[in-house]
């Protein structure tokens, strides 16, 4: 009789899809190869750009009914909540967790360039693998800070600079139009 073992997982915060003998492991340790942070960054920025084409239909100064008003104000505050609080989140666990990018990882750069001087080196300053991954994060905020920018920039301009190519019409509906 054949008896089966359960054997804990390797990542605990995504489903670990490259197999084990790919490349020697060496790719498994890539920032980007992340299915939870993939899928909430891919999907708040697709969500936030779902606006633009709502946009190309709602004509400027249509009067906005309560339940719109709701519906708009709690799409945005989920929006917002996931851009600014699930994404940086699923980035930091991962590179904590799975990368290992604390203050215990000192920076050495290649061909240690970057060795501090605490440890022997020509470089003036300790600097950890923690400082690249908050780096990381600033970088996510701006994306998402740029992203509302351009989107409220693009809502406010929505109907602006197509200028009507209808000529006015008299009372029978004729265009009226200037003689000579």
């Known amino acids: 009789m054949q008896q089966f073992t359960r054997k804990a997982a390797k990542v605990l915060i ?3 899809w490259i197999p ?3 490349f020697d492991d060496g790719w498994k340790h890539l920032f980007f190869l992340n299915q939870a942070f993939l899928f909430s960054f891919v999907l708040t920025s697709v969500l936030a750009l779902a606006v633009l084409p709502y946009a190309k239909r709602r004509p400027k100064g249509t009067p906005t009914s309560w339940g719109e008003a709701m519906l708009a104000a709690v799409f945005a505050f989920g929006v917002m909540f996931v851009a600014f ?5 699923q980035f930091i666990d991962h590179a904590d967790k799975n ?3 604390n203050k215990a990882n000192v920076i050495y750069g290649p061909f240690d360039l970057m060795k501090p001087k605490a440890f022997g080196g020509n470089f003036p300053f300790t600097a950890s693998y923690e400082a690249i991954r908050d780096t990381f994060v600033v970088l996510i905020h701006v994306w998402y800070f740029g992203l509302i920018i351009f989107l409220w920039g693009k809502w ?3 109907g602006d600079g197509a200028a009507s190519t209808e000529l006015a019409t008299s009372s029978f509906g004729r ?4 003689k000579g």
């Open 175 to 178: 265009p009226l139009v200037k």
């Open 20 to 22: 084990d003998n790919f």
């Open 14 to 16: 995504a489903y670990d």
């Open 156 to 158: 406010q301009k929505r």
């Open 85 to 89: 609080g699930v994404v940086p989140h």
């Open 99 to 101: 990368l290992a990018w």
